[in-house]
């Protein structure tokens, strides 16, 4: 690719947008597009991959420079915005007016991640502020997202045997992969990062810390040909994870130890993560929504409908 779109943008604007605008103003990446997470390759450059700079001004009728049409070979953009209207298009309202425990939980993660990440170029207007204001969850929505977590694990573990054990091994093999899926995510909650859309949440949580370690064992229960080597994989990956919460240190330690649920012979690893999280909760908002079934984040809204009662909810959208 020789030159990466992160790069590219940043000289762009150095070269080109920056000497042009005479108001002050700040300038970044941010927003759509591979570059902005740093995962761009040469694929990433047969569509919407320009040199162009987000330019961030006080008066909305600002006109952008004018700017050649090509720099390095790509074609250019340069979007003005101000900071309110370019916040509130990307999430419904103005973080600049505070951030409430719902509106954290109707962010997706993607979303969060596309205004966080990429880089700021200059920055005379507050910009990186409001940037921190969205780095990451609160301290008890946090708490609360990582109980919902766990929460989509442990109903699941042992229905790798149970329906493997009807001979259902494609189902099994279903249920093992969900279950790998759900693993990943609470490591993304762990390490306090943003999880990508499926395009790059593999490559994104290969860049955890954890990543190398924990893919082996994740790999073995996607790869396991049948359920009782599924389940043990399963057992390896969820006790290395629990190890992970531990030493956290963000709750006493949670013991974990085999069980095999209602005396049926499917044998998973628990540890009470949940409880010991929801301890640490203070807000009395996000501990009422937690004492109810925990759905967690807008990315799980399909698990509303856990609750008949809160199906109102969900039609209310549609209607």
């Known amino acids: 690719m020789g030159i990466s779109g992160i ?13 042009l605008v005479d108001v002050p103003h700040s300038a970044a990446l941010i927003g759509r597009g591979s570059e902005v997470l740093g995962y761009d390759d ?48 990307q999430l419904g309202f103005d973080p600049a007016g505070g951030i409430r425990a719902e509106d954290w939980f109707t962010l997706p993660e993607q979303q969060l991640l596309m205004l966080t990440a990429g ?33 989509q694990v442990h109903p699941e573990l042992n229905l790798v045997g149970r329906v493997g054990d009807v ?13 790998v899926d759900g693993l990943m995510r609470l490591c993304f909650l762990m390490e306090r990062r943003y999880a990508p859309y499926a395009k790059w949440f593999g490559t994104a949580f290969g860049r955890l810390s954890c990543g190398a370690e924990l893919e082996p064992l ?15 994989a399963l057992r390896a990956a969820y006790s290395f994870v629990g190890g992970l919460h531990n030493r956290l240190g ?11 649920m209602w005396g049926r012979p499917f044998k998973v690893v628990w540890g009470d993560f949940p409880g010991a999280l929801a301890g640490g909760i203070t807000d009395p908002a996000i501990r009422a929504i937690a004492d109810r079934w925990p759905v967690g984040g807008i990315d799980r809204l399909r698990n509303v409908l856990w609750n008949p009662a809160d199906r109102r909810a969900i039609a209310a959208v549609f209607g």
């Open 7 to 19: 790069e590219l943008c940043r000289r762009f604007y150095a070269e080109v947008v920056g000497p």
């Open 42 to 89: 040469e694929m990433s450059t047969d569509h919407n991959c320009e040199a162009r700079v987000v330019l961030f001004v006080e008066d909305s009728a600002y006109v952008a420079p004018e700017v050649p049409g090509e720099f390095l070979g790509r074609a250019t953009l340069v979007e003005v915005q101000t900071l309110s209207a370019f916040f509130t298009a």
């Open 119 to 151: 880089e700021v170029f200059h920055d005379d207007l507050g910009l990186q502020a409001v940037r921190d204001q969205l780095a990451y969850y609160p301290d008890d929505v946090w708490r609360y997202l990582m109980i919902a977590a766990w929460w």
């Open 167 to 179: 001979g259902d091994e494609l189902g099994s093999a279903l249920i093992g992969s969900q279950l």
């Open 218 to 232: 994740l790999r073995a229960v996607l790869r396991a040909d049948g359920w009782r080597d599924r389940e043990q």
């Open 250 to 260: 963000m709750t006493a330690p949670v013991e974990l130890g085999v069980e095999q």
